[in-house]
């Protein structure tokens, strides 16, 4: 099923939290969606690491790092985990590395900026946690799209009335 534009969804659905336009795309799908898997990291992708390599039924993980632009928190590993187990996106309020090797995997990546190095690998980190950044609040379970457009999220699946 084809992954409904994100103005298109804004302009249906009044309730969407639309993100802050902070986004750049690394991965080699742009328009992506699933329900979300949230963690909020310090400098470490232990915890990111120990979700990619769960299936991923098409989910979107979204990682809350605070923002930083110390270290990278995911890479071209993260990101081949990621497609070899089912999913659809990752989204990272954070730095990501390995560019062009993102950029060849089926897989959706958003995140602020790059940075060459690598995050902590201690575990710390909080799995299925609310989180805030960019003017939105996402929960567990809510529903993410992203395309070149933006990020917006919702509490339940959207799509389109057919035309």
């Known amino acids: 099923m084809p992954i409904p534009a994100t103005a298109n969804l804004c ?8 993100s802050a336009p902070i986004w750049r795309d690394y991965g080699g799908l742009i328009r992506f969606a699933g329900l979300a898997v949230t963690l909020r990291v310090p400098q470490d992708n232990a915890l990111a690491r120990a979700e990619l390599q769960t299936p991923g039924q098409g ?9 930083s632009l110390e270290c990278a928190l995911v890479g071209g590993q993260l990101a081949s985990l ?9 989204v990272i309020h954070g730095c990501v590395r390995d560019t062009a ?10 995140a602020l900026a790059t ?5 902590g690998k201690a575990g ?7 989180l805030r950044f960019a003017g939105m609040t996402i929960n567990p379970g809510d529903w993410l799209y992203a395309d070149e457009d933006g990020l917006i999220v919702s509490a339940r699946e959207l799509a389109l009335p057919k035309s």
């Open 59 to 67: 989910r979107v993980l979204v990682i809350d790092a605070g923002g």
């Open 101 to 110: 090797e993102l950029g060849g995997q089926r897989l959706g990546v958003k």
């Open 115 to 119: 940075h060459p190095r690598r995050s």
């Open 11 to 18: 302009d249906a659905f009044s309730e969407v939290q639309v």
């Open 82 to 90: 990621g497609v070899q187990n089912g999913w659809a996106g990752i």
């Open 124 to 130: 710390g980190g909080e799995r299925e946690v609310t």
